[in-house]
């Protein structure tokens, strides 16, 4: 069998060591080795966003991030991005998505959702060609996108009150 | 038309029982499930689009340290030895098991050929890789130009041509060919003034959900097989998975996953028999297959390409006076392209007397289509709806007052001789006619505007949903019916407006196929409607008994009761919905109680969409500027999901019409199957998709409900077409319209 590689890193703000194999990707370890199952894996090759997190503050295609490459680094997935806000259960982002009905399936939420995030953290006012440019990273196949928009620039406006 | 105000709780939009889980990471869909022993298989596909299969060996996979089973073809049931027995249903039967695992041919690119299950995800896939396949590849067949030809190659050599209703002699590619008529064509034609005939050609196209293919089946060692999927119906997944392993119903349990989107191409089963294989074969362990994107595209899905001609005739002063339409759809590898619905579609929001729609349901090397949202509908509409621009220009009318004056209304008969029901498109189209946007003139250069109407008829099918009332009031809901956008939430609102109580009293899970009755696929638009209606009559059931209940509480006659907004009364003494349901746990037997709905007649969708586009003359680009869906809903019970249902099939509808196509090399082998090149459309490709809902009641359903998913998908492409030829002046004969087509048009007309 193959060897194995022992990887520390903070994941949703808890430190984390895990085995992984040279080959893993990123997504392939949260999902099954940490359990995380919230960051979906639509494409594996970096183009619907579904597995998007933060990775030291940047957002990435956790498909493309190889698993031994999270060694001291910090991740947040969906699973955590409610505990950054500890004014409420929920972020306002993720209120918002459900206020909005911006999901339908729910598949690609968490990618956006945690997309959302990326962009609201760089850019706190964003207009709505800004939110389009940013989540055009993020297929969505219900929606046609209207109530997501509308959810990310009603977030922006929550969260900046 | 119905006013919100005649419901407490239709119309209003609360919060979806799945919310949370869905915003959080927590919901747990097809590739989440995780059993203790649980393996890993992986899908060896054909590289060919038809070949035949030498021979396979699996021994280096087999010998693989991890590797627990290895299956093929030949582990499936043979369904062949039965044809003779049993005739055509049977045939058809042995084709979805070919396709899941196949005989002895393969028939596209990515045609499952033999499957493994190992311990990890990455044995498996090595093991995979050490299955040698030995192919004698055959020529493909890639369109229906092609398969229909009389030397074309053959690719099921049993296949005999269903022509009419009599089978034809003689090998052939093509499935069926039916023919709906009325009236006389001949004469119809003799009294235009005007005739228009013109010939279409459209891409095989995908359903596109984010959410690959995945399943989990455990073959117990009491030989039950337990399944957990992402299914658009736990019941079809069920009863496909039995016929395929032949097995009965009652030995298989399937036990639905949240589901990524499905469109119709979750309807078919793909991995869930390959998996419960595996399972047997490596000694009743769980085994979780999940498909790659590649997989994906190559594999499942498509909807059909196309070839449709439609003629149609007007006299000067607008009215039609005959229309044709010839359809020849691609079925994929086996027979069952959605030729039938197509034809459905293709008039359908024409009064005509003389009318004649003939279908061809034709095999090509590509995977077998499954249902895509009001499937064949874009295709069919697409070119109906593009030659009645012509002809309302031909005579000189607006486009809209054209669709106006030949407008089917109730009691008008379609092609096949089937009456309309209540459909209200009158009310749709006059709508389109006063809206602010159609009002608003479109002014600057490579501009246009186009209109296009939609129909879909809908599916009533079977429902089923139980209840338990619970000690504090609260109904706990079990239902069959998977939901993929919001339908928890829309049958428990009609739950809760059945039994007159808050919304947030009801708690709906969806279960099994071993937990509620019997319920029909999610697919067809029904879902609201149809389950929406056992709901209701789970609702009037649930009343009566709490009614009888409040009776005996109160000392009176069950006659006397009064109820309304939770409260039982009679000659001034009341008793809450709640404090019966505290009582009744206190003392009595529990309150269970089921409803099931049947219909016979349902409630069909009109819509009429309005686009602005602009056209990029260096690149040939489109860009959407403007777009609006209209639609009769019928009753909208949450009208943010019905919205949604619209804007999404509009942008589904868009992607088919600019982009998205199968592309394929000369060998019949796939060139995009990935997210980049297969391109739909992204957040930064569409405008805001403006909805209007005219809420024309079904009059057979409780509450006026009508599905209202599908018909958005069908009008965008025509739309989009005619608005194309408004800015440029060419009509586009071809899907995609994407932008190296569309330059070609351009610089043929410079030169020109």
Known sequence: MSNKIVVNSTINGEPQVFLCEARQTALEVIRETLGLTGSKEGCGNGNCGACNIILDGVLVNSCLVLAPELEGRAVLTIEGVADTCAEADLHPIQQKYLEHAALQCGICTPGFIVSTKALLDENPNPTEGDVRLWLAGNLCRCTGYDKIVRAVLDSADAMSA | MTTSSQYKILGSRPPRPDGVDKVTGRAVYGNDTLLPGMLYGHIVRSPHAHARIVAIDTSKA??????????TGADLPSLADKMEDLGKGVANLRYSSNNILADDKALYDGHAVAAVAAVD????????GLIEVTYEVLPPVMDVHQAMADDAPILLSDLRTDELGESLEGETNVASHFCHARGNLDAGFATADVVIEREYNTATVHQGYVEPHAATALWNADDRIDIWCSTQGAFAARSQTAIILQKPVSEISVTPTEIGGGFGGKIPVYVEPVAALLSRKAG??????????????????PTSGSYVKVKMGATHDGVITAAQAMLAYEAGAYPGSPVPSASRVVLAPYKVENV???????????????????PGGTNAAFASESVVDELARAVGMDPLEFRLQNAVVEGDRQANGLPFGRIGYMETL?????????????????RGRGVAAGYWMNWGGKSSVSASVDADGSISLLEGSTDIGGSRASIAMQLAESL???????????VGTDLVGYTDLTGG?????????????LGQSLRAE????????MEVDADTIQYEEGVFSSNGTRVTFNEVAEKAHAHGAPIVGTGTAAPDQWGAAFGLHIVDLEVDPETGKIKILRYTALQNVGKAVHPSYVEGQMQGGVAQGIGWAINEEYVYGDDGTLLNASLLDYRMPTSLDLPMIETTLIEVPWPDHPYGVRGCGETPIVPPAGAIANALHDALGVRMEELPMSPGKVLERIWAQQAA
């Open chain 2, 62 to 71: 087999e010998a693989l340290p991890g590797v627990r089973a290895v299956v």
């Open chain 2, 121 to 128: 995800l990455g044995t498996a896939a090595t093991a995979a």
């Open chain 2, 284 to 301: 009743h362990r769980p085994v979780k297959i999940a498909m790659s994107r590649a997989d994906v595209i190559k594999a499942t899905g």
């Open chain 2, 356 to 374: 004649q729609v003939d279908g061809y349901d034709v095999l090509v090397n590509k995977p077998k289509a499954s249902p895509y949202r009001a």
């Open chain 2, 430 to 446: 006059q709508t389109a006619i006063d809206h602010p946007h159609y009002a608003t003139p479109l002014e600057g250069a490579f």
């Open chain 2, 500 to 510: 007159d109580i808050p919304y947030e009293q009801v708690k709906a899970q969806v």
């Open chain 2, 525 to 537: 638009s029904r879902t609201t409607a149809i389950t929406g209606m056992a709901a209701y009559n």
């Open chain 2, 546 to 553: 709490m009614a009888r209940r409040a009776a005996e509480l």
